[in-house]
């Protein structure tokens, strides 16, 4: 079993719709959670770290379920400038950075 | 803001050959790493490094060399480069180890013909 697996898409969507992505990780210890950006033929960058009450960043929102190992990223409003590969990324304790292979999303007007 | 700087960006090179990728931080950050990224594989990790003087192995360590002698710097090198090492190579560095927020370098686009 991999150790973070997601949806590898591609998602698309209209500009103003809504999307959802999951993430699974295998590993119960993971202590740490986000959600990376890849745009095309570009580096990955943080969008937003997920914590277990839930957290909200404008249009983003990102959710933690320890308990079935699944972290959730939310696009509301859709803007074309969403489109990219969107990565789930655990951190587990005295361990590096676990990438998943990313989840595309293709925002179209 | 320099941040993660790496070079080359794009290489090719021939079976056999050996080169180094280079990677400078100006973040102070101790953690620092190399992974590559190929089509349907995701990001794998090369070598890391949690100081100077400390390097470890990845999932993917063989074939490359790392060395750490100073915060800033972390070079990958190629020791005898094989068409599978074909790949996009990314730098990256944390303040921490583990470390929450890691910043990557934009990249260095190999080919091994």
């Known amino acids: 079993r991999k150790e973070v697996e997601q949806d590898p898409g591609p998602f698309n969507v209209p500009e103003g719709a809504t999307v959802a992505f999951n993430c699974t990780y295998s590993?119960?210890?993971?202590?740490?959670f986000f959600w990376y950006r890849q745009d095309c033929r570009k580096e990955p960058k943080l969008l937003m770290s997920?914590?277990?009450s839930g957290n909200e960043d404008g249009r983003f929102t990102a959710q933690l379920n320890r308990a079935s190992q699944y972290i959730s990223l939310l696009i509301r409003d859709s803007k074309l400038s969403d489109s990219a590969t969107y990565l789930c990324?655990?951190?587990?304790?005295?361990?590096?950075?676990?990438f998943g292979k990313g989840t595309t999303l293709s925002v179209s007007s | 803001n320099a941040g993660v700087t790496q070079t080359p960006k794009f290489q090719v090179l021939k079976t056999g050959q050996s080169m180094t990728l280079q990677c400078a931080q100006d973040?102070?950050?101790?953690?620092m790493s190399w992974y590559r990224q190929d089509p349907g594989m995701g990001l794998r990790l090369i070598h890391y490094?949690?100081?100077?003087?400390?390097?470890d192995q990845g999932e993917v360590p063989n074939g490359y060399n790392v060395s750490r002698s100073t915060t800033e710097d972390f070079p990958l090198r190629l020791l005898s480069a094989a068409p599978s090492q074909t790949s996009v190579y990314f730098c990256?560095?944390?303040?921490?180890?583990?470390?929450?927020?890691?910043?990557f370098g934009e990249g260095s686009w190999l080919t091994v013909v």
């Open positions: 990256a560095s944390s303040l921490t180890y583990p470390g929450n927020t890691i910043y």
């Open positions: 590993n119960s210890a993971s202590q740490s």
């Open positions: 997920v914590y277990s």
């Open positions: 990324v655990v951190n587990q304790a005295g361990t590096a950075l676990i």
């Open positions: 973040m102070n950050h101790e953690y």
């Open positions: 490094s949690v100081g100077a003087g400390i390097t």
